[in-house]
């Protein structure tokens, strides 16, 4: 899945989100749902309290965070403040099932790529398809 990292200001301080299949394994069990359907569950106001609380937890533990400290943190700023965090866990949960809204798409083209093509085709004895027939 996924390794795309969400990094906000949230809380107390500057934090790192991340997750990977783990902690999405884990969501999943512990909402009862799939990662999208949180994700609209979050979207759409129905969202339950565990998909606030463990998105964020989860989502700190896959970005580095020791569980303990991610815990702590979850019930000092989630626990009670439900609206409030809904969301940067939906921030969390979109960024890493579908990627960061300014992350090209598909795969990065090596460089000397369009070079090493050129030299193949440049060293053949085979006519060009573009070479008019005579």
Same mark, same amino acid.
């Given at each position: 899945?996924?390794l795309?990292?969400? /990094?906000?200001?949230w809380?107390?301080?500057?934090?790192?989100?991340?997750l990977?299949m783990?902690q999405?394994?884990e969501l999943?069990?512990?909402?009862?749902?799939g990662p999208?359907?949180v994700?609209?569950?979050?979207?759409h106001?129905?969202?339950?309290?565990?998909?606030?609380f463990?998105?964020?937890?989860l989502?700190?533990i896959?970005g580095?965070? /020791?569980?303990?400290p991610a815990?702590?943190l979850?019930?000092?700023? %989630?626990?009670?403040?439900?609206?409030?965090?809904?969301l940067?866990?939906?921030s969390?949960?979109?960024? !890493?099932?579908?990627g960061?809204?300014?992350e090209? %798409?598909?795969?990065s083209r090596?460089?000397g !790529?369009?070079?090493?093509?050129?030299?193949r !085709? /440049?060293?053949?004895?085979?006519?060009?398809? !573009?070479?008019?027939?005579?």
């Amino acid at each position: 899945m996924s390794l795309c990292h969400v /990094e906000m200001t949230w809380a107390d301080g500057d934090y790192r989100f991340c997750l990977p299949m783990a902690q999405l394994e884990e969501l999943q069990t512990l909402c009862d749902a799939g990662p999208l359907v949180v994700a609209k569950r979050l979207e759409h106001g129905h969202w339950k309290t565990q998909d606030v609380f463990h998105t964020l937890r989860l989502g700190l533990i896959g970005g580095g965070m /020791e569980a303990v400290p991610a815990l702590k943190l979850c019930r000092a700023y %989630v626990e009670g403040r439900w609206g409030e965090n809904v969301l940067y866990a939906q921030s969390v949960l979109l960024q !890493t099932i579908f990627g960061k809204p300014d992350e090209p %798409v598909g795969k990065s083209r090596a460089r000397g !790529t369009r070079a090493a093509r050129r030299a193949r !085709t /440049e060293s053949s004895t085979s006519a060009s398809s !573009t070479d008019s027939v005579s």
